[in-house]
Nanobody, 128 residues
Framework: LRLVESGGGLVQPGGSLRLSCGGSGFSLDSYGIGWYRQVPGREREEVGCISSSESDGSTYYPGSAADRFIISRDDDKSTVYLQMSNLKPEDTGRYYC????????????????????WGQGTQVTVSS
């Protein structure tokens, strides 16, 4: 089982990106998904979580990006998305998705911070 992120790249401040997280060889329906950002020399930062399709479908954004980032899922495509808008230089980092096979609500999923699988990450650079 493997998670695969994609969609990163270089974007100017104020721009948008949509990151994708897919399950390679398995469906994400039963998995709650968390998105995280890692910057070298700093602790991994929680971006947000979405509960599994078998749970309440909730999302949770613990940080300051709640008004700019949206997490959604398309179960037909077995993909979870992180839509990022009005990007700022401080959003730069490597973004990872992580999956836990559980029916926690999104806030509980984020608070636990424990996952079965992690992807390899995709780099996002916000710069002019």
């Amino acid at each position: 089982l493997r998670l695969v992120e994609s969609g990163g790249g270089l974007v100017q401040p104020g721009g948008s990106l949509r990151l994708s997280c897919g399950g390679s060889g398995f469906s994400l329906d039963s998995y709650g998904i968390g998105w995280y950002r890692q910057v070298p020399g700093r602790e991994r930062e929680e971006v947000g979580c979405i509960s599994s399709s078998e749970s309440d479908g909730s999302t949770y954004y613990p940080g300051s990006a709640a008004d700019r980032f949206i997490i959604s899922r398309d179960d037909d495509k077995s993909t979870v998305y992180l839509q990022m808008s009005n990007l700022k230089p401080e959003d730069t980092g490597r973004y990872y998705c992580a999956a836990l096979r559980a029916n926690y609500g999104a806030s509980v999923l984020c608070s636990k911070g424990s996952y079965d699988l992690w992807g390899q990450g995709t780099q996002v650079t916000v710069s002019s």
